[in-house]
């Protein structure tokens, strides 16, 4: 079992930025991969970025490119979101999860599919306000 734990959660401002964190905890090596997902109210979970634990390649949803960005510390087996210029549209549950992904020559398949991914955390809270 692999056990992820998100933190760093909160509420800001329009425009403002905050740094998610997912540390990973068990048998860590059954994946390669870790994700970040989050879900509005009313509406469907849906994929935000992806890092290849093995090397590093990444993945982002359109709506998130050039603002936010993943990155990982292997020796900590933590995942990080940093998020930028941040929108009320980003308000939603984050979640963080782990899996095993196929990736063809650096590019991530299927990586905003939730059945990709066996392990989840609890998720945290991300507030925008306007």
């Known amino acids: 079992q692999v056990h992820p734990v998100e933190s760093g959660g909160g509420s800001v401002q329009d425009g403002g930025s905050l740094r998610l964190s997912c540390a990973a905890s068990g048998r860590t090596y059954l994946t390669n991969s870790m994700g970040w997902f989050r879900q509005a109210p009313g509406k469907e979970r849906e994929g935000v970025a992806v890092?290849?634990?093995?090397?590093?390649?990444?993945a982002y949803a359109d709506s998130v490119k050039g603002r936010f960005t993943i990155s990982r510390d292997n020796a900590k087996n933590t995942v990080y979101l940093q998020m930028n210029s941040l929108k009320p549209e980003d308000t939603a549950m984050y979640y963080c999860a782990a899996g095993i992904l196929a990736i063809d020559y650096g590019r991530l398949l299927a990586w905003d599919r939730e059945d990709e991914y066996n392990y989840w955390g609890q998720g945290t809270q991300v507030t925008v306000s306007s």
């Open positions: 890092i290849y634990t093995g090397g590093g390649s990444t």
